[in-house]
């Protein structure tokens, strides 16, 4: 630059953070020991230039004072601003000692300084956009560039660690890593609008799955060239531990006070099967003639007893298991209600009965949307706000829930008509820990707990109350949309097939080769794995029905035996289906949960074998 000029120094001057100074960045020509001062921007032929966008020459002695011209003495000086984008962001400086600047140095140098404002601004950037690199490779948390088609573009270490490393990422599409365990279709689709935040499962290349708080946007390219969509992963399987053992204290506590209302519930069901029992064997014994309609009565009033139980038994043993780890599904808050409903009925009817005292329960459901969430979750969520409406009318009272829609959302609201809150215990409601009920056991972790899954699946709570009137507290999710209607249940019409059935409880492979047998189908039974693989060599078989806990050898090693050996469809047979999935059954084609009804092994045998469905 001196030499396009013949000028003796030249200096780059680039605007603080602040806008206030310029600060020397580069200078030529300067004598050993001379540095240029910074110099405000608000006085002498840089304010000038910077107001003016144009070159300033000062000349001949001119520019008295000002603090270009301290440093050194020269006859001629001109300074130019560099501009960006309209905006200036430093200035040059050229300056002759001995001979004078004229004639084109201004426009020449104008030429220059716009040259050089974008090299300094390329260079900017660029440094930046290394830092910001450096900086994505180095966060914990997981960064993933996509594509308009999801695949990967980018993704950072710590997403690589997340997922369990391995091959490279670029042009995997990350929406494979979304765990099977959670609706991926209605996940996926939500996850691909302007932006979304939410909980959801990773798949590891290990198979494991993973929780992460995913944050994603979708943006233009800067390019013109479609959209991408950017993601932030941070694994949260730390804070779902700590969830997961405050969830199961509270629900230990909780489960102490529903143990002796199920027990009612359950005695009160067996009672008519018992005496219905007796009867009908006592009648038998003797000889005694049983009329149709009463032989009909007697066993509707048995069937529904024992299905009444095993319903009761469900629901308690669906709230008491721990939880395997599942993602978001499409879940309907009016079931949620109706299973929280039934499961604390003991509390509002058996046991308030006892002591004297009436709940009016009234459940209102419009039509509502489906939300994305985890079912268990946002059933402990509800669960935590009725046990708190129910406490809060000691003496009996009502208890209203309402599941509606409104625009795009799901709502429930809760009402009580219980003592209410003061404007203070509503402000502290949901702070973790502050209970008004300490001395009733109360921990104060219910309502936070409540809102933390709420706010979880981008929804919002809120409470209305007034002291001596009641509490309304309202959830609103956002919603998808619902799943198909369930086809409803049938009995499938199968051809003949040759069945093993392999389970240890006599009493149980009776039920089922009666079943069976009744379909008319041919039924080999075994009372132990080794028995079945036996009769498995001696008889050509369609399908093997297996119990589980069995002495010896379990249902999944017997399925896994017997896969080895040759392809054949094998059915599980088992009261602990919800703790079992296909990552640890691989060898069972299809669980089915114990207890089960001709319905629900029928429907399985059709699912296993479609090709022997009978058409019609």
């Not at 509002?348 to 949307?369: H, M, T």
């Not at 309502?447 to 009641?470: K, N, P």
Request: negative net charge.
């Amino acid at each position: 630059m001196v030499e396009v000029f013949n000028a003796d120094v030249a200096v780059i001057y680039m605007l603080d953070d602040a806008r206030a100074e310029l600060k020397p960045r580069a200078a030529v020509g300067l004598p050993p020991g001379v540095e240029p001062a910074p110099i405000p921007v608000t006085v002498g032929a840089v304010a000038t230039a910077i107001s003016t966008r144009e070159p300033v020459l000062i000349s001949d002695g001119g520019g008295a004072g000002d603090p270009l011209t301290r440093r050194e003495a020269f006859r001629s000086l001109m300074v130019a601003p560099l501009v960006v984008a309209g905006s200036p962001i430093g200035v040059l400086e050229v300056a002759c000692r001995t001979r004078r600047l004229g004639g084109r140095a201004d426009r020449l140098l104008r030429i220059v300084a716009d040259r050089a404002a974008v090299a300094i601004e390329h260079a900017r950037l660029e440094n930046e956009a290394r830092e910001l690199a450096d900086v994505v490779r180095r966060i914990g948390e997981g960064v993933v560039v996509s594509d308009g088609d999801d695949r990967i573009v980018f993704a950072n270490r710590a997403f690589h660690e997340m997922i369990g490393g391995g091959e490279p990422l670029v042009g995997v599409r990350w929406t494979d890593f979304l765990a099977g365990a959670q609706d991926v279709r209605a996940l996926t689709a939500q996850m691909r609008g302007p932006s979304f935040q939410g909980e959801v499962l990773l798949l590891t290349r290990a198979g494991d799955p993973r929780p992460v708080l995913a944050t994603l946007s979708t943006v233009e390219r800067h390019d013109g060239g479609g959209i991408q969509r950017i993601g932030v992963f941070r694994d949260i399987s730390r804070e779902h531990e700590l969830r997961f053992r405050v969830i199961r204290e509270q629900k230990f506590r909780t489960l102490g006070s529903l143990a002796a209302g199920v027990a009612h519930n359950i005695n009160n069901r067996l009672t008519p099967v018992l005496g219905w029992t007796e009867m009908l064997q006592e009648r038998l014994s003797a000889d005694e003639p049983i009329g149709g309609d009463e032989l009909k009565h007697a066993l509707n009033v048995i069937h529904q007893g024992a299905s009444d139980s095993v319903e009761t038994v469900r629901r308690l043993q669906e709230y008491s298991r721990p939880a395997r780890v599942k993602g978001p599904e499409a879940v309907q808050l009016r079931d949620v209600l109706e299973q929280l409903l039934a499961l604390t009925r003991p509390q509002w009817d058996n046991e308030a009965a006892r002591r004297g005292i009436r709940y009016e329960i009234d459940l209102k459901a419009d039509p509502a949307p489906a939300v994305l969430a985890v079912a268990s979750e946002v059933r402990e969520a509800l669960l935590n706000i009725l046990e708190n409406a129910l406490a809060a009318m000691p003496q009996g009272g009502r208890l209203t829930l309402h599941v509606r829609g409104e625009d795009d959302r799901a709502v429930v609201s809760i009402s009580d008509t219980g003592k209410g809150m003061s404007p203070e215990v509503q402000r502290l409601a949901f702070e973790p820990f502050f209970t008004t009920r300490s001395t009733e056991g109360g921990t104060g972790l219910g309502l936070s707990l409540a809102q933390e899954i709420v706010q979880r699946y981008r929804g919002t709570i809120s409470l209305s109350s007034a002291e001596g009137v009641g509490t309304t507290f309202t959830l609103s999710f956002p919603s998808i949309t619902a799943e198909a209607a369930r086809t409803p249940a049938f009995l499938p019409s199968l051809e003949p097939l040759r069945i093993l059935a392999v389970e240890d409880e006599p009493e149980v492979l009776d039920v089922l080769r009666a079943m069976l047998s009744s379909a008319g189908h041919t039924v080999f039974t075994a009372a132990s794995g080794r028995e079945a693989l036996d009769l498995f060599e001696r008889e050509p078989v369609d399908l093997v029905l297996t119990d589980l806990g069995m002495p010896g050898m379990t249902g999944l090693a017997l399925a896994a035996e017997l896969k080895q050996r040759r392809t054949i469809p094998v059915l599980l047979l088992t009261g602990w289906a919800d703790e079992l999935d296909a990552a640890n059954a691989p060898s069972v084609d299809l669980i089915v949960p114990k207890p089960f009804t001709r319905e629900r092994l029928f429907d399985a045998l059709a699912r296993t074998l479609p090709d022997r469905v009978r058409p019609g």
